[in-house]
């Protein structure tokens, strides 16, 4: 069974602060991971894709991957309460079938 | 931008009824998969299809059926609607493999 681990949360980060969200998977072979935010009653929105090894940065976003540990994290920088919402990872079990954690609850306290 | 419509926001149906959840993408996308997301269940996947008239079970897919007669539109049909399936269900498509999915707006059925 392929599977993609969360803490669900929910995580509290003052604002202006570093939030760090983790995430693990079963599969060595997975090769594409991607970061979902979800605003309650929202869809979710795709925020960051990392394919190889290490960081990689988009604005207030860095996503971090590690293969050989398998687990995958994102970080935002200056924490502001629009940041609050639920965080998906999700991971490519071979090519078909994106599978997705059951998210972290990230809430960002004024 | 990619564009996924779904064709309602909220839908309420008795249970019984046989209902039909529609989904347009507007980029050409090969790969097109339904979900349904439930509170501490997260996302699961119900139906895919890569190509036209193709369609492949995922995790989930009793209850349900699908259909992909054009490339742009795939429909998720609940043959029979039950209370169990009161759920947000979300339509997603994606040009590649190993790309990211793009979302539809949701939609949120609620069974009599």
């Known amino acids: 069974q392929k599977e993609v681990e969360q803490n669900s949360g929910p995580l509290s980060v003052p604002e202006g602060a570093i939030a760090s969200l983790n995430c693990t998977y079963s599969?060595?072979?997975?090769?594409?991971f991607f970061w979902y935010r979800q605003y309650s009653g929202k869809s979710p929105e795709l925020i960051m894709s990392?394919?190889?090894?290490g960081d990689k940065e988009d604005g207030r976003f860095t996503a971090q991957l590690n293969k050989a540990s398998q687990y995958v994290s994102l970080l935002i920088r200056d924490s502001q309460p629009s940041d609050s919402a639920t965080y998906l990872c999700a991971v490519y079990f071979g090519n078909e079938k994106l599978t997705f954690g059951t998210g972290t609850r990230l809430t960002i306290i004024p | 931008d990619v564009k996924v419509t779904q064709s309602s926001r909220y839908l309420v149906k008795r249970t019984g009824e046989k209902v039909f959840l529609e989904c347009v993408q507007d980029m050409d996308h090969e790969n097109m998969f339904w979900y349904r997301q439930d509170p501490g269940l997260g996302l699961r996947l119900i139906y895919f299809s890569y190509d036209v008239k193709m369609k492949e079970k995922g995790d989930i897919p009793e209850g349900y059926s699908v259909s992909r007669e054009k490339k742009e539109r795939f429909s998720l049909i609940l043959e029979s609607a039950s209370t169990n399936q009161t759920s947000m269900y979300l339509c997603?498509?994606?040009?590649?493999?190993?790309?990211?999915?793009?979302f539809g707006n949701g939609t949120r059925l609620t069974v009599t």
């Open positions: 990392i394919y190889s090894n």
């Open positions: 997603a498509s994606t040009g590649q493999n190993n790309s990211p999915l793009h």
């Open positions: 599969d060595r072979v997975s090769q594409s």
